[in-house]
């Protein structure tokens, strides 16, 4: 399985980003499915996760910014990020809860004024 993720960028505080993240298998929907993301120095954490039957669950830095969601028929995963704070500035993943398949390249998220 290869796990691809895009849709980072620079972007104001207060900002919007769309992150997706793309299964070569048809793993979607057969998984919980997270997105993780690493701070510069820090270690990888979980940011938000939806279960295969749409439950969602985020950390509480994120609640009521960030949204995710999954496309089974694309085997795809997305997360809407709305308000974008500095500290959101991080490498973003995503994987399927539990053990991880091989970590993409994540995709880069800049909040920066």
């Known amino acids: 399985v290869q796990l691809v993720e895009s849709g980072g960028g620079l972007v104001q505080p207060g900002g919007s980003l769309r992150l997706s993240c793309a299964a070569s298998?048809?793993?979607?929907?057969?998984?919980?499915m997270g997105w993780y993301r690493q701070g510069p120095g820090k270690q990888r954490d979980l940011v938000a996760r939806?279960?295969?039957?749409?439950?969602?669950y985020y950390v509480d830095s994120v609640k009521g910014r960030f949204t995710i969601s999954r496309d089974n028929a694309k085997n795809t995963v997305y997360l809407q990020m709305n308000s974008l704070k500095l500290e959101d500035t991080a490498v973003y993943y995503c994987?399927?809860?539990?053990?991880?398949?091989?970590w993409g390249q994540g995709t880069q998220v800049t909040v920066s004024s």
């Open positions: 298998g048809s793993i979607i929907s057969m998984y919980v």
């Open positions: 994987n399927r809860g539990g053990p991880p398949y091989p």
């Open positions: 939806i279960g295969t039957g749409g439950t969602t």
